[in-house]
T-cell receptor, first 109, second 116 residues
């Protein structure tokens, strides 16, 4: 079945870049998403990439997709303390999202 | 300009006492979802409505029911909450177009359910 995996934790210093990685198994995924969840809150859509793209940039966010390796990454430039949260990648090719396990990003001064 | 609204944000119920969680949306999206998210876990899809068509996930317990009286509102009913049902419940919506690539799901802020 479909499976999406992420590393559980990432700790970075404020001002550095963060790279959060995700691997997935469903090669028919149409869209891949990154969601951010702050403590006690819902999921906020950060960005998404269509499966026929390799890269998408949106301000401080850069998404890279390696479809051959089924690898997705989210790079956050100039990471700030407000970026501390859990980041979920998700894939879809139907009406459903398959979420990864989430990566907890901790930003320290 | 809230787009997906969930009420209440925090709900406390007693073991076995029925509870209803509410979701409304101003996006006029035809697809609505309910997810359960336990601590430090990914959201787990319980069911979704595509227009009026109800789609239950195979592993969703019978204790969980849903109603969608109109496009804007969707309710999650937990008939006899157990301690294991304590979680964050997330509602999401999407503009669905059958047979085409998916559109983005937009999430509400969630309702945190505590079962005493």
């Amino acid at each position: 079945g479909e499976d999406v995996e992420q590393s559980l934790f990432l700790s970075v210093r404020e001002g550095d870049s963060s790279v959060i990685n995700c691997t997935y198994t469903d090669s028919s995924s149409t869209y891949l998403y990154w969601y951010k969840q702050e403590p006690g809150a819902g999921l906020q859509l950060l960005t998404y990439i269509f499966s026929n793209m390799d890269m998408k940039q949106d301000q401080r966010l850069t998404v890279l997709l390696n479809k051959k390796d089924k690898h997705l990454s989210l790079r956050i430039a100039d990471t700030q303390t407000g970026d501390s949260a859990i980041y979920f990648c998700a894939e879809s090719n139907t009406d459903k999202l398959i979420f990864g396990t989430g990566t907890r990003l901790q930003v320290f001064p | 300009d809230a787009m997906v609204i969930q009420n209440p944000r925090y709900q406390v119920t007693q073991f076995g006492k029925p509870v209803t969680l509410s979701c409304s949306q101003t996006l006029n999206h035809n697809v609505m979802y309910w997810y359960q998210q336990k601590s430090s876990q990914a959201p787990k899809l319980l069911f979704h409505y595509y227009d009026k068509d109800f789609n239950n996930e195979a592993d969703t317990p019978d204790n969980f029911q849903s109603r969608r009286p109109n496009t804007s509102f969707c309710f999650l009913d937990i008939r006899s909450p157990g301690l294991g049902d304590a979680a964050m419940y997330l509602c999401a919506t999407k503009r669905g177009r059958r047979g085409l690539s998916t559109d983005t799901q937009y999430f509400g802020p969630g309702t945190r359910l505590t079962v005493l």
